[in-house]
């Protein structure tokens, strides 16, 4: 500013202020940090003016200009100066009087504003009286609530005997926002401004009343700990002079820390305290002491805490499971599926599967993949020949030797919250008994809206399972019992054809056999033709089992003539099969078995996959009866008489003096099922008739004595045993036609299928013609 230029009596210099409003009569500190409001300030100082405080709009702006600034403020002199660091310049204010910018003025370095002061008169009269000695007795009350406040203030504020400048003074002491104190600085009214004032200061104190109870409280807590520490401090200290200590006391004070930071519900960590409570007060010697140390170690060594999960990559996870298996494309899609849900939704339940299929398929390891595409540990429980409910809930603890069910250990060994749990052979449980029933202990176990709160015997508090991933298999569905059938989403695996064996065989099978047998792919190779000849001569089976030890056989007879030094390097042909594994223990018989008539060729399904069955047919003089044998079952009895039935009416012999034999070979072995009618039909057909069946069929279905052909079950699985026994034509009922979709695509291929409404249709496909018939038995 030019030395020239004088400031009008009626103008101010002006300081907008950030977030602190300026009251008459109360002494403040300004922080200033513009350096057009340092600049003022130093001129004020220099002048002795006094200088004007104005409140910013808008807090967060920096370049200010007077439509940004509230007009009234509080004018006062700058009682002291500090220059801080970092170009922070500190005042201390003495407030004087409030006033209304009347304009801007220009030219100045700084703000300049001309103004007028607002005249404030105290009114004596008795509203303002008694709301005056109403504020007065909150403001003490306040002051006696706020921490660190020193006990001479109250005796001030009782020593104000001006209603105004104890309003501004206590709007000035407690926490408002600017805005809130602006408003009260804008109100000129006295009776109105103590309202508000008592209004706010209202809310304040039962804020600072509820506070400080609640600081009270934490406080006596906190005091209550520290004492209890400083004393058993002072035990372990005396104790220790003593030579009493002994390691029991740090193995408790060890057991407390894992309760505290296990991550138990506040219900459980309850529990766990109590109970660790009464191993304190427990001697050594008690015999109980070290069975609730066990129980105790097993809390804090459960997964109480969530896991978090990587995130999931759907490309990753579907590249793990192509890695590990070959085909099963409807399993994979299911298991990308979920992880898609989960992707999208991550609190969601984890599905309960069930696979369903014979052995040797891999139910087992394509548990330990989705597991590994996961992301997640994977524990197995083994559930073959469990007969015993604690062997799912654990036993309770008052038995000698008590622990938990398989369930909460394998949660314990995988360590996480989320793993993915196998419940092994659930097809082979135990039947209930005195030892209860471990089928109806599963239900809780894999129940979507129960496992959530899973209470263990041995545990004997809620466990939360929802985040497992339950995967169940099992090699028949019928066993298992239907409310805990009903809990599972089953996915069947039928077994593989042959190209999948191959297959599985190249990519899996023989690197896992040369591993196991120390040898390397650069000594020993087995031909894919030599792979063939083992998965068609040398096993007939739905899995792989068997493929894998001949596989090992033929690797082993490889690794001892490396191991002799007789050749560095192997090659197995199919020719060399028989000098290893022996002569084909696998033939086609089809073609002999049907080649005469009487002899057809069913399929059947077994819990071991599909299977062809020959059924053979004969007859001899007597008197009209059917014999049975081969140990047919019920169900194939009826069968049989309702084909011999339908024989009779499509033949037009009564068989009054022929007695008609049918059996079915592997006689040892049970057999029973609804899908050998239209087989039995034929057998009986082709013999009355003398025409062969075809060599190249087989069929399945059930007929009835109107002459339909009705629907079975297990098409896949028959399908596939077709295929490997050498059939090229299958028959089955039409309202099957819509299992074919199960169907693999190579069987499918490979395969023609004829599809049956009625007998008559059965025989047109199957029997030989009549001349071929003739031309047969001549020959």
Not at 137 to 154: F, H, K, Q, S, V
Not at 222 to 245: P, S, Y
Not at 551 to 562: K, N, P, S, Y
Request: proline share 5%; net charge negative; hydrophobic share 40%.
């Amino acid at each position: 500013m030019s030395e020239a230029r004088i400031l009008p009596d009626d103008a101010r210099i002006i300081i907008p202020l950030r977030d602190a409003v300026l009251f008459p009569g109360v002494l403040s500190p300004v922080t200033v940090r513009r350096e057009s409001s340092i600049a003022a300030a130093q001129e004020a100082v220099k002048q002795e003016r006094a200088v004007g405080f104005l409140l910013q709009r808008d807090l967060a702006k920096t370049d200010i200009g007077p439509e940004d600034l509230c007009w009234v403020g509080t004018e006062g002199p700058i009682a002291r100066y500090i220059t801080g660091q970092e170009g922070a310049h500190h005042l201390l204010v003495q407030g004087q009087a409030r006033f209304r910018v009347l304009e801007f003025l220009e030219g100045w370095p700084y703000m300049v504003a001309r103004v007028a002061q607002i005249e404030q008169t105290d009114e004596q009269d008795s509203e303002v009286e008694a709301r005056f000695l109403q504020l007065k007795e909150r403001a003490i009350e306040a002051i006696g609530l706020l921490p660190n406040m020193p006990a001479e203030l109250a005796e001030v504020v009782r020593g104000i005997e001006s209603p105004g400048l104890l309003a501004d003074m206590v709007t000035h002491m407690i926490d408002l926002k600017p805005q809130q104190k602006q408003d009260i600085l804008e109100t000129f009214s006295l009776a109105r401004r103590l309202d508000k004032v008592i209004e706010l200061l209202a809310g304040r104190v039962e804020v600072l009343r509820l506070s400080k109870e609640i600081g009270d409280r934490t406080r006596a807590q906190f005091d209550e700990r520290q004492r209890e520490t400083v004393l058993r401090e002072q035990l372990r200290q005396i104790q220790k002079e003593l030579g009493e200590l002994d390691d029991s006391a740090e193995e408790i004070a060890r057991l407390k820390e894992r309760i505290e930071s296990a991550g138990m519900s506040e219900e459980v960590l309850s529990h766990a305290r109590k109970e660790l409570g009464r191993l304190q007060r427990m001697g050594e010697s008690s015999g109980e002491s070290a069975m609730l140390r066990t129980y105790l170690e097993w809390l804090t060594e459960l997964p109480w805490k969530p896991t978090p999960l990587e995130p999931i990559d759907l490309a990753e996870a579907r590249k793990i499971l192509d890695e590990d298996h070959f085909g099963l494309d409807k399993i994979k899609r299911r298991i990308l599926e979920y992880l898609a849900v989960r992707k999208l939704n991550p609190q969601g339940r984890s599905p309960i599967l069930c696979f369903s299929g014979p052995p040797g398929v891999g139910k087992t390891s394509l548990g330990q993949s989705i597991a590994r595409a996961t992301g997640r540990a994977f524990q197995r429980v083994a559930l073959g020949g469990v007969h015993d409910e604690a062997e799912i809930r654990g036993h309770r603890r008052t038995y000698l030797g008590a622990l938990p069910g398989n369930i909460i250990q394998a949660m314990r060994r995988a360590g996480t919250n989320n793993p993915v749990i196998m419940l092994d052979e659930i097809d082979k449980l135990g039947a209930g008994g005195f030892h209860g029933d471990p089928g109806s202990a599963l239900l809780e176990v894999l129940d979507p809206e129960q496992n959530q709160k899973f209470r263990d015997n041995y545990l004997g508090v809620d466990f939360d399972l929802s985040h497992v991933m339950f995967i169940c298999t099992a090699n028949v569905l019928d066993t298992i019992p239907g409310p805990l059938r009903d809990r599972m989403e089953i996915i069947q695996l039928p077994g593989y054809t042959e190209e999948e064996k191959i297959q599985i065989a190249r990519r899996y099978l023989v690197a896992r056999q040369l591993e196991s047998n120390g040898l390397t792919d650069q000594q020993a190779e087995v031909t894919d033709a030599a792979l063939s000849s083992i998965v068609g001569d040398y096993t007939r089976e739905a899995g792989v089992r068997q493929l894998e030890r001949e596989i090992g056989a033929v690797l082993r007879h490889v690794a001892m003539q490396v191991a002799e030094g007789q050749a560095e390097h192997v090659r197995v042909d199919s020719e060399d099969l028989p000098a290893i594994l022996g002569p084909h223990r696998f033939e086609n018989e089809v073609a002999l078995r049907t080649s005469v008539p009487g002899v057809a060729t069913g399929l059947a399904w077994t819990p071991v996959g599909g299977d062809i069955l020959f059924i053979e047919a004969s007859k001899t003089p007597g008197s009209g009866r059917l014999i049975l044998t081969g140990q047919l079952g019920d169900v194939m009895k009826e069968s049989a008489q309702t084909a011999l039935t339908l024989a009779k009416i499509w033949s037009s012999d009564s068989l009054e003096k022929t007695d008609v034999h049918i059996h079915v070979p592997a006689g040892a072995t049970p057999k029973d099922g609804p899908s050998a009618g239209v087989a039995m039909f034929l057998a009986v057909a082709s013999l009355l008739s003398g025409r062969p069946v075809r060599s190249d069929i087989a069929m399945t279905g059930e007929v009835s004595l109107r002459g339909l052909v009705l629907p079975i079950g297990g098409v896949k699985e028959k399908t596939l045993a077709a295929l490997r026994a050498g059939i090229t034509t299958v028959m089955i009922p039409r309202r099957n036609e819509k299992d074919l979709e199960d169907v693999p695509a190579e069987a499918r291929r490979k395969l023609t299928f004829l599809l049956l409404d009625r007998i008559e249709d059965a025989v047109e496909y199957a029997l030989e013609p009549e001349n071929q018939a003739e031309q047969a038995v001549a020959g």
